[in-house]
C-alpha cells in the first residue's frame, strides 16, 4: 500500500504530461494564416522637453 502511495503521483503527472502532448499534436493551431498588414507603426508617446530652468 505504502509503494501504491509513492509510485501513483508520479504515474497520474506521467499521464497528464503525455496528454498534454497529444492534445497539441491533435487540436489545431489558433493561428491566422493571412494576418492583415499595419498601416503603419503606432506612434509612440513623447513627453514635451521642459524649458532649462533660469536662475
Known amino acids: 500500500m505504502a509503494?501504491?502511495?509513492?509510485?501513483l503521483p508520479f504515474v497520474l503527472?506521467?499521464?497528464?504530461?503525455a496528454l498534454g502532448r497529444y492534445e497539441?499534436?491533435?487540436l489545431p493551431?489558433?493561428?491566422d494564416p493571412d494576418p492583415?498588414?499595419?498601416a503603419r507603426?503606432?506612434?509612440r508617446h513623447r513627453r514635451?522637453?521642459?524649458a532649462?530652468?533660469?536662475?
Do not use: H, N, Q
Request: aromatic share 0%; net charge positive.
Open 48 to 50: 514635451p522637453r521642459r
Open 13 to 17: 503527472l506521467g499521464m497528464v504530461l
Open 24 to 26: 497539441e499534436k491533435i
Open 3 to 7: 509503494v501504491l502511495a509513492v509510485l
Open 41 to 43: 507603426p503606432a506612434a
Open 52 to 55: 532649462p530652468l533660469s536662475s
Open 29 to 31: 493551431a489558433d493561428r
Open 36 to 38: 492583415a498588414p499595419a
